[in-house]
């Protein structure tokens, strides 16, 4: 650990949300491979861009491939991916900007860590549980993961060979097989509102 390090005060995010007229938080999308995060992600951050709202997105694809690209899925590496989406996710929010995550994160600590460093300074931190049975998850299986993970051929998969700890207490608790993508983004976003979060 870096010891020769000075903090530098600037901006708070309070200032920087009135500078920007737009409030900066985190909405962790978090459940099973298959239930739908990320394609109610991408509609959600598409939504609130269109609305005039500055948004991003952090998934697998542009963090695995890139700033985690070192790590694996073993449970030490999965809290170290957590964590680094963690910071990168509060950066995000800190800018003011909504940062969306998409994210297994199958571990409980792993997401109260993410919101305790979120509260620390302030930031909102929306956990959406994005929930469907495992069956479901296993028929739509898009990327032909759990057939492998039944296989043995993907050791510590979710669900399968490693534990999903969901929620007890998230924000929002979506059924992706009762609803639509559309009718899930309606209900984040009817929270964000409703909650002052975020003004369209």
Known sequence: MATNIT???GLTHAE???LRGQNGLTIWLTGLSASG???????????????GIAAYRLDGDNIRFGLNKDLGFSEKDRNENIRRIAEVSKLFADSTTVSI?????????DRDQARALHEKDSIPFVEVHVDVPVEVAEQRDPKGLYKKARAGLIPEFTGISAPYEAPENPELHIRSDQLTVEESVTVIVEYLTSKGLVRL
């Open 37 to 51: 995060k990320s394609t109610i992600a991408t509609a959600l951050e598409q939504h609130l861009l269109h609305s």
């Open 101 to 109: 995550t998409s994210f297994i994160s199958p571990y409980r600590a």
């Open 16 to 18: 920087r949300s009135k």
């Open 7 to 9: 903090w530098h005060d």
